[in-house]
């Protein structure tokens, strides 16, 4: 099944964010904790640009 979404609700924020070398394992891939830890990074970053600031 798809649903197509409006274009305008596709992206509601963005940012790049560099992986670090603590974030990884001996093979080289990323850490599941890390995961966690970017989506709040994002939303600290998104609630500063809406002027959220506590």
Same mark, same amino acid.
């Given at each position: +099944? *798809?649903?197509?979404?409006?274009? *305008? *609700?596709?992206?509601?924020?963005? +940012? ?10 001996? +093979? ?18 998104? +609630? ?7």
């Amino acid at each position: +099944m *798809k649903f197509d979404i409006p274009e *305008k *609700k596709k992206l509601i924020y963005e +940012m790049v964010i560099p992986i670090r070398w603590g974030d990884m394992d001996a +093979m080289g891939h990323l850490n599941n904790g890390s995961y966690f830890r970017y989506l709040e990074t994002a939303r600290i970053d998104w +609630m500063y640009a809406i002027g959220c600031v506590p």
